[in-house]
């Protein structure tokens, strides 16, 4: 029994997705194109345009719809990595500060002293307010 397909993007099972895959179709779950690079079989990041089939003329942006004739659906295309950038962008920010402000509320917390010049937050004394 063949692994099932899963969108190269979120991880999200593609059976109700019509065989074979259309260039107009989409995750149903992230909405992105499926009929793409990432997606298929001969994908291979590193290699010359990022494709294994020498005769595939291979499009500059891997991730939009493409109307490439060597296109298959892999099965292992999903890695966790691949997460939308703004999902990211908000997990590396938060691991900046979140952290950060933690220990400030536990060092306020744990402080005897009320010293009144102390700003309560820790960027207050960038902006000398």
Not at 19 to 42: D, G, M, T, Y
């Amino acid at each position: 029994m063949s692994e099932p397909l899963l969108c190269w993007n979120c991880g999200t099972s593609l059976e109700d997705v019509p065989q074979p895959i259309s260039r107009h179709a989409n995750c149903s779950n992230c909405f992105e194109v499926l009929h793409c690079c990432r997606l298929c079989r001969h994908y291979a990041p590193g290699r010359p345009d990022d494709c294994d089939n020498d005769r595939a003329e291979a499009p500059t942006n891997k991730e939009t719809a493409n109307f490439c004739e060597y296109f298959k659906p892999c099965a292992t295309a999903f890695k966790s990595k691949n997460r939308a950038p703004q999902s990211l962008a908000t997990e590396k920010f938060d691991a900046l500060f979140h952290d950060d402000m933690d220990d400030v509320v536990a060092e306020d917390k744990n402080s005897d002293t009320t010293d009144q010049n102390r700003p309560t937050n820790p960027f207050d004394d960038l902006f000398n307010d």
